[in-house]
């Protein structure tokens, strides 16, 4: 005969990262702000000849997409967060539009290289009076949009226990009585505390990121890196009459463009693809589910949104225990906002 826990009904699936109300507000308001620069950068450069300044417009034109993008996966993500459509949450809203906004970087860089290459064997004249100044402002907006998205925003901890998961368990005898099991495995409690605690804070780094805000970040920090690539070209430039230096810097700005979309694509695709976020967590739990002598039969363990990860273990035991026995135990990692747990009487 088998028997399964009764399953709570009136459990959330809700995982939405810390302070997403608040990331949505900075995202909304430093999208106007790159747009309008995005505007000036592309104008300027066109009407002044420089390649660089263009450069540095288009890929304020990627941060401006990449931002609204960010804002309207907020936006979704909150408005259908209860949406029972939706199996596990839009946690996982911001991981697909940080997916996004890496193909809109790779494609723009592909299209500065190819127009800095371009501009490096066909110079064109350029009025440095003029770009400089933008390019100096474009540094300066993309200082203050960094300083606004990074304003306030932290990694919090969950503490979503085991309220809420689902209960699965089969051939097990109720009257068995699990206060000598847990006297059997007194000895173990002390190592696997640590363990988990060590666990647990590895995964609040590696798991708690909102990567829909890290996107954001990340798309203003490397332009301000090419802005300051930017204006140190067009000085050069101005100086010792190194009209080479312009197109140059439009390449090494293509590339640095490549290299994020490159991070971004692989750490979101990683998440949309449900791998693994934390081996080293994924070890800690498999110890201590084997450590009282039972078998692992079936672990997956995935992210469901910044700070929530989920987890669906199969355990085969020789012992009279059942799902909560393992509740219990998983109930040290924090981050463990979704589990479920089937045990095989073998």
Not at 66 to 93: I, V
Not at 129 to 142: D, Y
Request: with cysteine; net charge negative.
């Amino acid at each position: 005969m088998s028997t399964t826990h009764p399953i709570n009904l009136a459990h959330s699936h809700v995982f939405l990262g810390a302070g997403h109300d608040q990331n949505e507000r900075r995202t909304w308001i430093v999208v106007g702000v790159c747009a309008a620069m995005m505007v000036l950068e592309i104008v300027g450069g066109i009407w002044f000849g420089s390649i660089a300044l263009v450069a540095d417009g288009l890929h304020m034109s990627t941060h401006a997409g990449a931002l609204l993008l960010a804002a309207l996966a907020y936006k979704f993500a909150r408005r259908h967060a209860n949406d029972p459509r939706f199996s596990f949450g839009t946690g996982k809203l911001g991981d697909l539009a940080g997916f996004t906004s890496a193909i809109m970087l790779a494609a723009i860089s592909v299209l500065i290289f190819y127009e800095a290459v371009s501009r490096l064997f066909n110079p064109v004249t350029i009025d440095f009076s003029a770009a400089i100044p933008i390019a100096c402002l474009g540094l300066a907006v993309n200082v203050v949009s960094a300083w606004l998205l990074s304003g306030g925003h932290h990694h919090h901890g969950h503490d979503h226990h085991a309220a809420h998961d689902h209960d699965h368990a089969h051939d097990h005898d109720h009257a068995h009585d699990h206060e000598h099991e847990h006297e059997h495995d007194h000895d173990h409690d002390h190592a696997q505390a640590h363990a988990a605690q060590h666990a647990q804070t590895r995964a609040a780094q590696k798991t708690g990121r909102d990567n829909n805000m890290r996107a954001a970040v990340v798309h203003v920090a490397a332009d301000a890196a090419v802005s300051v690539l930017v204006i140190a070209g067009l000085v050069l430039a101005k100086i010792f009459g190194w009209m080479w230096m312009d197109p140059l810097v439009g390449i090494v700005g293509a590339l640095v463009i490549a290299n994020w979309a490159l991070g971004l694509a692989r750490d979101t695709g990683a998440i949309l693809l449900d791998m693994t976020p934390d081996r080293e967590m994924a070890k800690t739990v498999r110890d201590m589910i084997e450590s009282g002598g039972d078998r692992l039969a079936d672990f997956h363990l995935w992210r469901l949104g910044p700070g929530h990860l989920g987890a669906i273990i199969c355990v085969a035991t020789e012992q009279a225990r059942d799902a909560g026995y393992y509740q219990e135990r998983l109930g040290k990692f924090s981050a463990l906002s979704h589990i479920t747990v089937e045990v095989r009487q073998v």
